[in-house]
């Protein structure tokens, strides 16, 4: 059974960094490129960013450029979204979602979620 | 960057009812990129539709999704009472947009 299964929200002062992690299982995590995607309370999901199967590429959102770093350990079967200088608006539950595998039918679509964690942004 | 502008904001119907939710871009899209979401108070998102109108696996068949171009339709043929809740269209484009969401609502 796949699961992603977030951690590493809390409370943060603005400014502050967080780092978020997202525990892979049921699958073969190398294979698969892995987004974060966020909803602030009460509001849609906003993509976050992308990194590849290897790590060598990814991507972001301008909300987030130069703040936020996603990374992942295909040994760990973990992936991360370091947060730096963090705003009140940055407050939201983050997802980590899978990317359909690169050839198959769902390949343009986020085929599994985790259940999210909160990060909250406030002094 | 692709905009998703979904409509309407709020649907209020009655199970049994059919549901016809709308999403359209701002520019021509491959229909192979567009995905509807469908998000329960307190869930995940969960995949519905893949390519504009293929069903994910386990999806129920009253639930069906159209269109193509700048013009996305994702219908609900008779709503049961576990489909209220709040929908999302997605693109895989560059800007990987979402929809702002229709929140189908019992009446």
């Known amino acids: 059974e796949v699961q992603l299964v977030e951690s590493g929200g809390g409370l943060v002062q603005p400014g502050g960094s967080l780092r978020l992690s997202c525990a892979a299982s049921?699958?073969?995590?190398?294979?698969?490129?892995m987004h974060w995607v966020r909803q602030a309370p009460g509001k849609g999901l906003v993509w976050v960013s992308r990194?590849?199967?290897?790590?060598?590429?990814?991507n972001y959102a301008d909300s987030v450029k130069g703040r936020f770093t996603i990374s992942r350990d295909n040994a760990k079967n973990t992936l991360y979204l370091q947060m730096n200088s963090l705003r009140v608006e940055d407050t939201a539950v983050y997802y980590c979602?899978?990317?359909?595998?690169?050839?198959?039918?769902?390949?343009?679509?986020?085929?599994?979620w985790g259940q999210g964690t909160l990060v909250t942004v406030s002094s | 960057e692709i905009v998703l502008t979904q409509s309407p904001g709020t649907l209020s119907l009655s199970p049994g009812e059919r549901a016809t939710l709308s999403c359209r871009a701002s520019?021509?899209?491959?229909?192979?990129?567009l995905a509807w979401y469908q998000q329960k108070p307190g869930q995940a998102p969960r995949l519905l539709i893949y390519?504009?109108?293929s069903r994910a696996t386990g999806i129920p068949d009253r639930f069906s999704g159209s269109g193509s171009g700048t013009d996305f339709t994702l219908t609900i043929s008779r709503l049961e009472p576990e489909d209220f809740a709040v929908f999302y269209c997605?693109?895989?484009?560059?800007?990987?947009?979402f929809g702002g969401g229709t929140k189908v609502e019992m009446k």
């Open positions: 979602a899978r990317q359909g595998e690169v050839w198959g039918s769902y390949r343009y679509t986020f085929d599994y």
């Open positions: 049921g699958f073969s995590f190398i294979n698969y490129w």
């Open positions: 990194i590849n199967s290897d790590g060598s590429s990814t």
């Open positions: 520019q021509s899209l491959s229909s192979s990129y």
């Open positions: 390519g504009a109108s």
């Open positions: 997605h693109c895989y484009s560059s800007s990987l947009t």
